[in-house]
C-alpha cells in the first residue's frame, strides 16, 4: 500500500477510538479509511488489488460523492476534534446502511478535522449496465433526507463526473469541492453534480462594506438579539443576490468580522478576549461551506461583543451612580445644584447626562432631586422643631411656595400635615 503520513496514521486512531465507543464491534474499516483522499497521487497500480481486498469489491468505484455536515465544528489546531466525529459518526453510519441496503459497493472514507464525508461509489452488485445520472441523484436524495430523519442534521452533497482510471479521483474531489464552494450551497440545494450552475459572479463595492459595517455597529451597541439576527440575514441574502463566489462571501463577511471588532477595540471590558474570538471567527468563516453556517458563527461573535458591552455598560453605570450619589448628599443642600452641575461634575454634556441619568435613575434629574430634598426635609419636620421655612432652606429650596408645592405633590400632604401626623404617631 502507499505509505501513509504519520499524522494521517493519528488520525485514524483517534477516529477509530472514537467510532469503536459509538459502534463497538460494528465497527466498519471503509468509514475510517481516508488514504485514497488524501494520499491518491501516490498510489500505484500494484496497490489496487490490495484496496479491492480490503474493502471486498470487484472493480474500483466510478463516482465520487463529497458530503458535508453542516452541525460540524471548524478545529482550530491541527489536532483531530471530538466534536466532529460526534456529529459525523452517526452520519456516516446512516450513508453506510442506506448504501448497504441499495447493495451499492463504495468505500467511505472520513476526511479528519473538516466536515466532509467522501464516498467512492461503484455500480450496484447486481446492475450490470453503469449507474444513471438520475439514480444518483435519487440515491443522494436518499442520504439527504434519511440523515435528517434518523439524526437531525443536514448534509449536501456533490456528486463527480465518472471516475475513468486511479488518476481521476483527485479531479473528482477538486471538481466536486469547487462546485460546492462557487454555488455556497444551503441544505435548501442539497445535491448537485459537479461543475453544475457555475458562473463568474462581481465583487460587492466598499460603500456596501461600510453600509453593513454602520449597521453591525449600531444594533451590536443597541444590544438587541433578535435586530442582530435580521441584519445578518439581510446582508448575507444581499451577497447571495449578488452572485459572489462562495469565497468572496466569506471574505466579505470576515472583512465585516475585522472592521466590528476594530470599531470596538477601546470600548470593550475584554479587548484581549474578543480580539482572539475575532481571529478564531474570521479563520472558520473562512472554512465552512454553509451560508447559514456563516451567519450561526458571525452572529455568535457579534453577540458575545454586545453581551462584553451591556457588562461594560453595567460597570459604567455602576460607577457613574456611585459618584452621582456622593454628589447628591454633598450638594442637595446648595439651592444652586442643578444638572448642569452635575453634568459638569461627572464630566459629560448637559443633554447626553440627561438622558443618561434617566436611563439609570428611572426618572428625570430635577423629579429625583425634588424627591430627594423632601426626603431629607422629612427627617427635619420629623425630628425637629426647626420653623417650615428654614427646614426648606436646609434642604436646597430657596422658595418656600415651592417646597410646600413639590412637598404637597410628592407625598399627598402638606409639610405642616405631615409634622403634626409624625408626632401623633411618635406620641
Not at 430635577?366 to 417650615?388: A, C, E, F, Q, W
Request: include cysteine; hydrophobic fraction near 40%.
Amino acid at each position: 500500500m502507499a505509505k501513509i503520513r504519520q499524522d494521517m496514521l493519528e488520525q485514524e486512531r483517534f477516529t477509530k477510538m472514537i467510532m469503536q465507543e459509538h459502534f463497538a464491534d460494528n465497527l466498519s474499516e471503509g468509514v475510517i479509511y481516508s488514504l485514497l483522499l488524501e494520499d491518491t497521487h501516490q498510489l500505484k497500480t500494484e496497490d489496487i488489488p490490495q484496496i479491492l481486498e480490503l474493502f471486498s469489491l470487484n472493480k474500483m468505484p466510478d463516482f465520487l460523492f463529497l458530503i458535508s455536515v453542516e452541525g460540524c465544528n471548524f478545529v482550530e489546531s491541527g489536532a483531530p476534534d471530538r466534536d466532529i466525529f460526534q456529529v459525523k459518526i452517526p452520519v456516516e453510519h446512516v450513508l453506510h446502511q442506506v448504501l448497504e441496503k441499495l447493495e451499492y459497493e463504495f468505500i467511505m472514507c472520513t476526511i479528519a478535522n473538516t466536515d466532509r464525508i467522501v464516498i467512492l461509489l461503484g455500480r450496484g452488485q447486481k446492475e450490470r449496465e453503469p449507474v444513471r445520472p438520475q439514480q444518483l441523484k435519487d440515491l443522494a436524495d436518499r442520504m439527504v433526507e434519511q440523515v435528517k430523519v434518523e439524526t437531525r442534521e443536514e448534509i449536501a452533497i456533490t456528486i463527480s463526473k465518472r471516475c475513468i482510471g486511479l488518476n481521476s479521483y483527485p479531479a473528482a474531489y477538486n471538481a466536486c469541492r469547487e462546485t460546492y464552494d462557487n454555488l455556497f450551497m444551503d441544505t435548501r440545494e442539497a445535491v448537485r453534480f459537479a461543475g453544475q450552475g457555475q458562473k463568474r459572479r462581481t465583487s460587492r463595492k466598499i460603500t456596501t462594506l461600510e453600509q453593513h459595517r454602520a449597521e453591525l455597529i449600531s444594533t451590536i451597541s443597541a444590544l438587541d438579539q433578535d435586530k442582530l439576527q435580521q441584519v445578518l440575514d439581510a446582508i448575507m441574502d444581499c451577497l447571495l443576490k449578488d452572485d459572489m463566489t462562495a469565497s468572496q462571501i466569506k471574505l466579505y463577511m470576515a472583512s465585516l468580522v475585522s472592521l466590528v471588532t476594530e470599531y470596538f477595540n477601546d470600548l470593550v471590558v475584554d479587548w484581549n478576549d474578543i480580539n482572539d474570538a475575532s481571529i478564531s471567527t474570521a479563520r472558520i468563516i473562512l472554512d465552512v461551506n454553509y451560508a447559514s453556517s456563516v451567519k450561526r458563527v458571525a452572529f455568535r461573535f457579534f453577540w458575545k461583543i454586545a453581551n462584553n458591552l451591556k457588562a461594560m455598560y453595567l460597570t459604567k453605570e455602576l460607577q457613574l451612580r456611585q459618584r452621582l450619589d456622593h454628589c447628591f448628599e454633598v450638594l442637595y443642600k446648595d439651592p444652586e445644584f442643578n444638572i448642569a452641575t452635575a453634568a459638569e461634575q461627572t464630566g459629560y454634556n448637559v443633554s447626553y447626562f440627561g438622558k443618561l441619568f434617566k436611563k439609570i435613575y428611572g426618572v428625570t434629574f430635577n423629579g429625583y432631586l425634588s424627591r430627594y430634598r423632601v426626603s431629607h426635609s422629612k427627617v427635619l419636620l420629623r425630628d425637629t422643631s426647626m420653623p417650615i421655612n428654614l427646614v426648606a432652606e436646609q434642604v436646597g429650596f430657596n422658595n418656600y411656595t415651592y417646597y410646600y408645592t413639590v412637598f404637597k405633590a410628592i407625598l399627598g400632604v402638606t409639610p405642616q400635615q405631615y409634622r403634626h401626623s409624625s408626632r401623633d404617631m411618635q406620641e
